[in-house]
């Protein structure tokens, strides 16, 4: 095995670049995963702008799917030469905010065991995976194994951005029958849609402008699509609910104006169920607000995580309850990360999630 792996490094905000670093020790609580398939988050792309805030020399990535090298003293119940998948967020499984089922907001290195986004390590406070290896750390909370039936890409949406679009329908409670609107379908709003579908609701609206996602928003779940460039989006949905709003608004984008579309076009008593990664303070506009009469929710979710998130997840897919390959729409090496980025980065030739394979 080489003492050196090649990995994607963030340099400086605007900048990361491939290099080298020591391969991880193995500690008795972690595996050591080879990387078979990884790709790149919007989050990345904040993390290269320099909108969140992460230590120069961090390898960056939080989506692996791989094969177990090598396994801690103390992790049972697996096997190396293992093919399996761990989440973006990674929880310890023992902190007081795992022990109530916040994984993502896990503590684990606070007497009072909460620490916000605290579950999310990859790329952010430990190396990530878009590496040759990765470690997997508290690796019996967070490795799952993948059917033999599915593909690396099949299982890719999992560890992120499948977890956090369903996460967010889920947020939300959405009922059989309720009426949803998904505002932007990239890659976590399409999966927001696919999950409105699988929790039963009733009529499903996704906003765009781009008309290849529109499309396949249609195919995983949208009974209305509506270009956000060609008509006003909170008019239109007013119109299509007869004045009557949204019984659950889903945002995908993580900006102003599509945080405050979805507050105009909910229901008294509607539920704002909000994905995006927000770069900015947000303002609440008192109309729309009801002046804080309108027995209105607003929640907030960070990707659930953990081996049992990735089973449920998997077993959707192996299932074929939703079919997310579409998702995938660019291929790279490697060692062509940083093109990737810039692709990726600048949302060019129709881009949702590239395959990144060492």
């Known amino acids: 095995m080489p003492e050196k792996m090649r990995a994607t490094i963030f340099i400086e905000p605007g900048r990361i670049a491939l290099g080298e670093k020591p391969i991880p020790d193995v500690g008795a609580n972690d595996a ?15 993390i290269l702008k320099g909108e969140y805030p992460v230590e120069k020399g961090l390898t960056i ?15 049972k119940g697996y096997q190396e030469g293992q093919r399996v998948i761990a989440g973006a967020i990674c929880p310890s499984g023992y902190s007081n905010a795992c022990l109530c089922g916040q994984h993502s907001q896990d503590g684990q290195s606070h007497p009072h065991g909460y620490k916000p986004m605290g579950g999310w390590r990859f790329g952010n406070t430990i190396d990530g995976t ?38 967010g329908v889920e947020r939300g409670n959405i009922q059989i029958g309720d009426i949803v609107v998904v505002f932007a379908q990239g890659p976590i709003g399409l999966c927001a849609t696919a999950g409105a579908r699988l929790r039963g609701a009733g009529l499903i609206i996704g906003v765009d402008t781009v008309p290849e996602r529109l499309d396949i928003a249609k195919t995983l779940g949208a009974d209305v699509v509506i270009d956000f460039k060609t008509a006003d989006p909170v008019d239109e949905i007013m ?3 007869g004045g009557r709003g949204v019984d659950v608004a889903i945002e995908a984008l993580g900006t102003q104006k599509t945080f405050e579309s979805c507050l105009r076009v909910l229901r008294p008593g509607g539920t ?47 299932s074929d309850r939703v079919d997310l ?12 990360i940083e093109e990737a980025y810039e692709l990726f980065a600048n949302q060019r030739d129709g881009v949702l999630k590239v395959a990144i394979t060492p």
Not at 33 to 40: F, H, K, Q, S
Not at 325 to 336: C, E, F, M, S, W
């Open 130 to 167: 878009q590496a040759e290896y990765v470690l997997v750390p508290d690796a019996m909370a967070n490795l799952a194994p993948v059917p033999d039936g599915l593909t690396d890409e099949q299982v890719l949406m999992c560890p992120d951005i499948m977890s956090t679009g369903f996460g």
């Open 239 to 241: 119109k299509i609910t």
């Open 61 to 75: 990535g939080h989506e692996p799917v791989g094969i177990i090298e090598k396994l801690g003293s103390n992790v």
């Open 325 to 336: 390959g579409a998702l995938v729409t660019h291929r790279y090496g490697l060692d062509q």
């Open 32 to 46: 050591l995963l080879r990387i078979t398939t990884t790709t790149i988050c919007g989050t990345d792309v904040h």
């Open 272 to 318: 704002l169920s909000s994905l995006g990664v927000y770069s900015s303070d947000l303002t609440i506009p008192l109309g729309a607000f009801h002046a804080g009469l309108g027995d209105n929710t607003i929640v907030t979710s960070l990707c659930p995580g953990g081996k049992d998130r990735m089973r449920r997840l998997m077993n959707v897919i192996e």
